[in-house]
């Protein structure tokens, strides 16, 4: 795990070397929502290379709202703070917190991927190609079978029911035992009458 962090630490500083050390942008004065990023960029990087992964996780949200300004190598920052968020809160056994994390990743992730998939998509092969054990879009498919199964667990389609005891009330269509037990269907999907 300590060594998964300091691996995960080591990306992100690299990133941020290579992110720091590339080209200007062109035009004028940056908007206000890069500066903000760029701050909280740096602050990022200070609780994680201090190991306060708290402050870095407020860091983090505080970035993924300006998601569709990042630059690809602010994405794999936040996505990879996201993951060390991710394994500190599965170690301390935190479920709320590892379920917030795992959807705030993916929703980085997709919204990352849907502005600008190129250029993401080279930052993840040279993210991956520094450190191998960072594969952004393994991540994102298996956080996303973990959301997917504590939906199924929430909503109860997990949980295997035994057949329903003979009762009376289910007999007539019109009871609202019966009417519980039918889901109901959205309006579009209703057929006509």
């Excluded at 190991?51 to 602010?74: H, I, K, W, Y």
């Excluded at 991956?128 to 594969?135: A, K, T």
Aim: glycine share 4%; charged share 25%.
């Amino acid at each position: 795990m300590k060594k998964t962090a300091i691996i995960l630490f080591l990306a992100v500083l690299a990133w941020a070397t290579v992110s720091s050390c590339g080209g200007s942008k062109k035009g004028g004065e940056a908007p206000v929502s890069e500066e903000v990023v760029v701050e909280r960029q740096s602050q990022l990087e200070e609780a994680l290379s201090s190991g306060n992964l708290r402050q870095a996780s407020v860091m983090a949200d505080s970035m993924s709202l300006f998601v569709d300004d990042f630059t690809p190598e602010q994405t794999v920052q936040v996505l990879t703070a996201f993951i060390s968020i991710h394994n500190d809160a599965v170690s301390k056994r935190e479920t709320r917190r590892d379920l917030e994390t795992l959807r705030k990743y993916v929703d980085v992730y997709d919204i990352a991927l849907s502005v600008n998939p190129n250029d993401t998509r080279a930052a993840f092969k040279k993210a991956h190609s520094r450190n191998p054990e960072i594969d952004f879009d393994a991540v994102a498919k298996e956080f996303r079978a973990k959301l997917s199964q504590y939906d199924a667990m929430q909503d109860g389609s997990l949980v295997k029911s035994g057949p329903a005891p003979a009762d009376s009330t289910s007999a007539a269509p019109d009871t609202v035992a019966a009417k519980a037990a039918k889901p109901e269907l959205p309006l579009e999907l209703r057929p006509a009458e």
